[in-house]
């Protein structure tokens, strides 16, 4: 049995502070950034009415802006290595090695949500992951990216409701586990994570909360993992997430579009993850993906694939969370 024995450090930097949580799923991945603790700007408010002073203007749109980001870094050994890397593992790929891991940097103009509002998010990510979650057409080295960088306008529909417009590079709308390393219950990560979702889409997204429980994605891009378009057709995925309760969330995503390169030949699919509270301290993780691509591996045939995952997360301490995994994938042809 392949035994593999791993340990992380991670530093995290967001004025100061910062805290990762459970994360529930790429779509929402800025939001969940332990690299994501929130940094208040002083904003004067209005004088006493009786004071006779005039009402201090508003702070500048530069004080919302917020700076953050984390370090880590593992040393990761394993018994079944192959030429110094270890076959299936992805961010703890390096059999004896102390990697370097990660630096990430995050600048953020966040948009109120009950207002017309403007905002921005530049990701940049340095470091061995870079190179794994690389978009095509992008090219900053082996070890930069950017991860994401969008700009967003929100506008409001209502009380607790909104529609926010979104255009550049962001974060998938799969999955449960994100590219934030820190953020993921587990230090590695699954193969559904590896071999079945994209990281990155490039193009348009619309983001509309219309109910309490109820929330929709839809999304017009340039294909899977690809800053420039490599063929003459666009890819379109969209996600439905309603929560029930409280304590459940549920997620389903589809898509649609051609990913081979100067082809219109189609990949298809869909994905449910469900995310449900158990207690105070425990949350559990259920992702299921189906796809088919045409024209592969020969022009006229077609190729399926399928997966699950289960997580299990449980907060021991304020600092200390302990999670397992198990996941299975059938991909037989590649």
Not at 64 to 83: D, F
Not at 168 to 195: C, H, W
Not at 323 to 333: L, S
């Amino acid at each position: 049995m392949d035994r593999i024995a791993g340990f992380v450090l991670a530093t995290m930097l967001a004025g100061g502070l910062a805290h990762a949580t459970p994360a529930l799923g790429q779509a929402d991945s800025a939001a969940k950034d332990p690299a994501d603790a929130a940094v208040k700007p002083a904003v004067a408010g209005p004088a006493p009415a009786d004071s006779g002073a005039p009402a201090a203007p508003d702070a500048g749109w530069w004080t919302k802006l917020k700076l953050s980001g984390y370090v880590t870094a593992s040393y990761t050994y394993s018994s079944a290595s192959q030429a110094g890397t270890i076959v299936g593992r992805f961010y703890d790929r390096f059999h004896d090695q102390i990697a370097f891991n990660a630096a990430k940097l995050a600048l953020e103009k966040a948009v109120a949500t009950d207002k017309w509002d403007a905002g921005a998010r530049v990701d940049l990510l340095f470091g061995q992951n870079a190179k794994v979650t690389q978009s095509i057409g992008l090219d900053l080295g082996n070890n930069g990216d950017v991860t994401q960088a969008f700009a967003t306008v929100n506008i409001p529909t209502g009380a607790g409701t909104y529609v926010q417009f979104k255009a550049g590079k962001m974060a998938t709308l799969m999955g449960v586990e994100v590219i934030e390393d820190v953020v993921n219950p587990n230090l590695s990560v699954a193969n559904q994570f590896i071999y079945l979702e994209n990281f990155t889409n490039t193009g348009l997204r619309l983001d509309a909360k219309v109910s309490p429980v109820v929330d929709f994605e839809v999304a017009v891009i340039n294909g899977w993992d690809v800053v420039t378009d490599n063929n003459s057709r666009k890819s379109f995925m969209g996600r439905v997430g309603i929560a029930p309760t409280a304590a459940t969330v549920i997620g389903l995503l589809g898509y649609v579009g051609p990913e081979q390169a100067a082809s219109t030949s189609n990949r298809y699919g869909g994905e449910v993850v469900l995310t449900q509270k158990v207690g105070p301290k425990g949350t559990l993780y259920l992702q299921g993906d189906y796809g088919e691509e045409k024209d592969l591996p020969t022009p006229g045939s077609k190729v399926k694939w399928w997966g699950v995952g289960l997580w299990g997360s449980f907060d021991a301490t304020p600092k200390l969370n302990v999670a397992v995994r198990g996941d299975y994938i059938d991909d037989k042809n590649g």
